[in-house]
């Protein structure tokens, strides 16, 4: 069990000297090396099985060959030059098939930024330029980054708004649909959606209608926990925005680009969305994110609204371009469809051996697997220790809210790979259980 890990420790020691633990979530002592595919190789040579995905922003595995292909290409042209004085090629094919694969038959524009943050940022922007209201609704349990504006829409983490405040004004939370957590204690059979009471409420009482300029919802809650809202309960949200002219805005960052077993987490629930919110997998690695929205959202704001000295580079629109290419000549989405059922039904046979595995859910290749107590609560020794020990054996596994394992691995995954993960995760959920995995490994593993 026990590997040698002396470089890679070095390194995490040099880290901690010279970097602010500010920007640092740690699970193990994993110090990159190389990598291909889903396959992950440290500085002292230990292999592991990618079921993470850079937090699901390599879909299309760690340096395809084809996005190393057209980002050393572009690089012998030119690597980069102000996007915003000037025009190239790439930017404008990539704005033009972002339009086509994202829902809604309605004219887009596109603008570009560097990360999932800044998309967010922007989106209040449009949002309360085009609407003329300010008053935007975000759910308790979201992350959308951590630049001000995405900070104030997130609401998962202290530590994310101590010290730093005030926040950015009128940026209101409600909770999410949470299923296996019902606040009503209903089932399915049971959900009248008792849990859209608390926004009608808010709209009765406190958030007048004509103040609101969005809605922003993660079609599924990823770092809560990959929960996955009842479809009524996004109609009934789309109809309620609708009817009081409310933006409805989806935040894609991680969802987006084939993970769920659709192009986007939205399309699952047959919505057209008048901004979307993307990032992470957009270009395969590479720091790009993107707003896509109706055109006369997209057109109320003039320049410099949202310019950046980096946006648009060209490396990352070739780089983006190809990924939305091998999701098509791949086949990727069927595989996130097929792959992801397998992987949640061999997690459900689990459940059925081991009372820890109180709940199995996701779409795609975006599944968690929620760890609890006997009395239901939130087990998050478990998840530290599980993940940890799944690491020791050769399996790159994180956990997100406390207790569940985020099960994201890239869509290029083999079913040889996934069969190999599986097998090392139980073999940690039975260590534990016996009481094999040591206290010592909880100094290490801590996540959000």
Known sequence: ?????????????NEKHYYSQAGKLPYFPLAIKSGQGAIIKDQDDNSYIDFLSSAAMLNTGISHPKIVEV?????????????PYIYHEPSVQLAKKLTEITPGNFDKKVIFGLSGSDANDGMIKFARAYTGKSKIISYIGSYHGSTFGA?????ISLNMKRKIGPLLPDIHHINYPNCYRCRFNNTCDTCSLECLNELEDAFK??????????????????????????????EKLYSLCKENNI???????????????????????????????????IASGLPMSALVGRKEIMESLGAPAHTFTGAGNPMACKASLATIEIIK??????????HGDYIREEFKKMQEKYNIIGDVRGLGLSIGVELIT????????????????????????TFISQNVLRIQPPLIISKEEIDSALEMIEESIVEFLN??????????????
Not at 1 to 13: A, D, H, L
Not at 71 to 83: C, G, L, M, P, S
Not at 151 to 155: E, G, P, Q
Not at 330 to 337: G, Q, T, Y
Request: aromatic content about 10%.
């Open 1 to 13: 069990m026990k590997k040698n890990t002396q470089q890679c420790n070095q390194i995490v020691e």
């Open 71 to 83: 980002i050393t290409e572009q690089a012998k042209d030119f690597v980069h030059y102000i996007f």
């Open 329 to 338: 000549d791949e086949d990727l989405i069927s595989k996130a469809n097929t």
């Open 435 to 448: 009481g094999e995995i040591p206290d010592e490994v909880l100094e290490t593993s801590k996540g959000w």
């Open 205 to 234: 009482y406190y958030l007048p209608t004509d103040e609101v300029a969005a809605i922003v919802i993660e079609p599924i809650a990823g770092d809560v926990g990959m929960v996955v809202p009842p479809k009524k309960y996004m």
């Open 247 to 281: 933006l409805f805005v989806v935040d894609e960052i991680q969802q987006g680009f084939g993970r769920t077993g659709k192009w986007f987490g939205i399309d699952h629930f047959d919505i057209e969305p008048d901004i979307m919110v993307l990032g992470k997998s």
């Open 374 to 397: 006997d009395t239901k609560e939130k087990n998050s020794v478990a998840a530290s220790k599980i993940c940890y020990r799944a690491w020791e054996k050769g399996v790159l596994l």
């Open 151 to 155: 900070i104030s829409l997130s609401a």
